[in-house]
């Protein structure tokens, strides 16, 4: 699977992103996607995941401002982010798991795009 990563930029804080990752090439018919960040000097951080059955997971430390979805059709898992603050700054990946379960682990995704830079300033 091939993941492809766009939506990110630069804004002030209090503005808005909505990251798309396209997969492209065979998935299985249930597996699932996540998004992760990571900051520069630092881990990669889970953000949030989604699998095939609909059902989703989002860190406690974004819940009340991001928001995962997916469109089956487009094969396309997106990321809305609101109200963003300085210490969202990351880089921003997605990684794609054959296991359909709402993970947070990194080292179960077997795919991940390239990234795309989401940078919000004072």
């Known amino acids: 699977v091939q993941l492809a990563e766009s939506g990110g930029g630069s804004v002030a804080a209090g503005g808005s992103l909505t990251l798309s990752c396209v997969a492209s090439?065979?998935?299985?018919?249930?597996?699932?996607m996540a998004w992760f960040r990571q900051a520069p000097g630092k881990e990669r951080e889970w953000v949030s995941s989604?699998?095939?059955?609909?059902?989703?997971q989002v860190a406690d430390s974004v819940k009340a401002r991001f928001t995962i979805s997916h469109d089956n059709a487009k094969k396309t898992l997106y990321l809305q982010m609101n109200s963003l603050k300085p210490e969202d700054t990351a880089m921003y990946y997605c990684?794609?798991?054959?296991?359909?379960?709402?993970?947070?682990?990194?080292?179960?995704?077997?795919?991940w795009g390239q990234g795309t830079q989401v940078t919000v300033s004072l």
């Open positions: 090439g065979y998935t299985y018919n249930n597996y699932g």
């Open positions: 990684g794609y798991t054959a296991f359909p379960s709402l993970l947070m682990d990194a080292r179960y995704f077997e795919s």
């Open positions: 989604w699998v095939t059955d609909g059902r989703t």
